[in-house]
């Protein structure tokens, strides 16, 4: 009976697969059957307005002066411009392959769902003892003072917690107050702050093998996010300290300097080490980006990426687990902490044509996206200035940027509203492999694995058709 259901279920995905394809193809193809040589002209000023847009960007970031705010109006009149001129000729075309393709992505995810390598196992969670006592190191200024708005103190006393509580008046050395708890006989450690604080304290306690709480009280609290807490009530983190169970989680390092997230290297790095940057950002960035973009400011940097080294990249990203990119809906999400390697994104453009040249074909050099255990960072200085889960540092060069695997364990609440299971990748490729699968499900007994095959819907194996 079970094996019934599950063939009727991988027939629904296989039609699905076919009816994505279809879906995108009709995407395409009906703004060109409705336009007639229009639609075809209207394409190539569509893929012309992009790569103008991005070159205008370019321009927009290394100019100053007046040509900088004509290549800034450009950027955005160009894109308007199109989809305008889009919407006067194709009419109903337009909302119709715009439905044609929001078809296709529903029943590409759906036919894609628990098969093959998009079935993602939940992160494994065990259920521990209570912490008897629990030490929270909060920072009353972070988030624009979350820790008072949502009562952190008061609420984590009740549950049997000491709080410490950052002076904002003078420097703070989190990591010598983590240490200082554990030495007191803590048994489990937590931050409510930015992810820079939440790196430190998360060290020591990865350093002594207990327990570390997540309080999302910073600005963005990426890290709170890829662990599915709540970021919009910070409090209910604490329901960790009375329902909780734990995750075992990677832990990056640049050099000696633990991170949570991330540690950038080249024009953002620089940008930040800047006094003025706190207190206006764009303006700030909008100064420095073009003497920094065009090679005349900041360090001379050299990423080794395995056997792939990056010569001059203008800005380097690794991330302590790999970041999604090729889904814009995924986009800056981490599916998971714990598969052992590190996220490098490298970037690297040196004119307008590059600008183009990457917006509309990503994968031609201008972008890297690798992973890797190990990543060492060289420069032409001998300090390197990084940007470590958003901290401003100077880190000795040559940088040595590592990741300890399950180095970090993690309590968080039973029920937290980020541990759905994401929507699987769009790939097409295995879209067509499946739609092109004919024939009748072979018996269970008589499933062979094949790498291009998925597997049938609650672990029957691979399908194989006749």
């Known amino acids: 009976m079970a094996v019934d259901l599950s063939r009727r279920a991988y027939r629904a995905q296989r039609w699905a697969a076919r009816g994505a394809l279809l879906a995108a193809a009709l995407a395409v193809v009906f703004p060109l059957l409705y336009g007639g040589l229009q639609g075809l002209v209207l394409l190539l000023c569509g893929a012309v307005g992009l790569a103008l847009s ?19 109006l450009v950027a955005v009149c160009v894109p308007a411009a199109v989809i305008a001129l889009y919407a006067a000729l194709l009419f109903w075309a337009l909302p119709v392959s715009l439905a044609l393709w929001a078809l296709a992505v529903w029943s590409g995810r759906f036919a894609l769902r628990g098969t093959g390598s998009e079935q993602r196992e939940r992160q494994r969670e065990r259920r521990m003892p209570l912490p008897r006592r629990a030490v929270l190191i909060m920072n009353p200024r972070s988030g624009g003072g979350k820790v008072g708005r949502y009562r952190l103190r008061e609420k984590a006393e009740r549950l049997g917690a000491r709080v410490v509580l950052l002076d904002p008046e003078k420097e703070n050395d989190v990591t010598a107050m983590a240490r200082e708890a554990v030495a007191g006989g803590a048994d489990l450690l937590g931050a409510a702050g930015g ?19 997540v309080i999302s009280a910073g600005t963005r609290n990426h890290f709170a996010l890829d662990l599915g807490l709540d970021r919009g009530d910070p409090a209910a983190c604490l329901n960790a300290l009375s329902d909780g169970v734990e995750l075992r989680v990677d832990l990056g390092f640049a050099g000696d300097q633990p991170f949570v997230n991330n540690a950038s290297f080249g024009a953002y790095a620089s940008i930040v080490q800047s006094p003025a940057y706190r207190n206006d950002k764009i303006g700030t960035s909008l100064e420095m980006l ?18 792939t080294s990056l010569d001059n990249p203008q800005a380097v990203l690794v991330s302590n687990n790999p970041y999604r990119t090729d889904d814009p809906f995924g986009l800056g999400r981490r599916e998971r902490l714990d598969t052992g390697v590190l996220g490098v994104l490298g970037v690297k453009v040196e004119s307008a044509v590059d600008a ?9 050099g201008r972008l890297t996206n690798l992973t890797a255990p190990e990543v060492l960072i060289e420069g032409d200085r001998a300090e390197i200035e990084a940007g470590v889960d958003g901290e401003a540092l100077l880190l000795p060069a040559p940088v040595l940027c590592r990741i300890a695997p399950g180095a970090l364990r993690v309590r968080v609440p039973r029920k937290r509203p980020g541990v759905a299971q994401a929507p699987p990748r769009l790939n097409w490729r295995r879209l067509r492999k499946l739609a092109a699968t004919v024939g009748r499900t ?8 094949h790498p291009e095959i998925p597997d049938l819907p609650g672990g029957q194996g691979p399908f194989l058709g006749r």
């Open 442 to 449: 072979a018996a269970p007994s008589r499933f062979r694995h």
């Open 195 to 213: 992810d820079g604080t939440q790196a430190l304290v998360a060290a020591v306690a990865a350093e002594h093998d207990i327990p570390f709480l």
């Open 290 to 307: 073009p003497d920094l973009l065009t090679g005349q400011q900041g360090a001379r940097l050299v990423a080794h990426v395995g056997d």
């Open 54 to 72: 991005a070159a205008a960007l370019w321009w927009t970031l290394t100019l100053r002066g007046p040509l900088r705010w004509v290549a800034a």
């Open 356 to 364: 183009a040249a990457l917006l509309l074909d990503p994968s031609r």
